[in-house]
């Protein structure tokens, strides 16, 4: 089994079956990440917060849902780490 390297872990996806798109990998069954990973992790997750909150204010309800599902996504991936999902001080993305 080969693995890809994606923004916010790696693909285990045979070649064959083609690249993950865009954000897919967060759904895929076959992304997996690891501690590694947890600062890029909370990092994309304050920026949907922010993206949710923007479309709060500009009305957008179904980009509000879009930013609060990959949202709870990225804090299900850090608790299956056993990471924190509030910025640590190590953390520089």
């Not at 990440?33 to 500009?58: G, I, M, N």
């Not at 980009?63 to 991936?77: P, Q, S, T, Y």
Request: aromatic residues 4%; negative net charge.
């Amino acid at each position: 089994m080969s693995r890809r390297n994606v923004p916010l872990g790696h693909c285990l996806r045979a070649p064959a079956e083609g690249p993950c798109e865009c954000d897919l990998y967060l759904r895929c069954s076959k992304f997996l990440t690891t501690s590694e990973y947890a600062p890029r992790l909370r990092a994309r997750l304050a920026r949907e917060q922010q993206l949710a909150q923007d479309a709060v204010e500009r009305g957008w309800p179904r980009e509000v849902e879009r930013h609060n599902a990959i949202a709870e996504r990225i804090r299900g991936l850090l608790a299956d780490l056993g990471e924190s999902s509030e910025p640590g001080p190590d953390d520089h993305c």
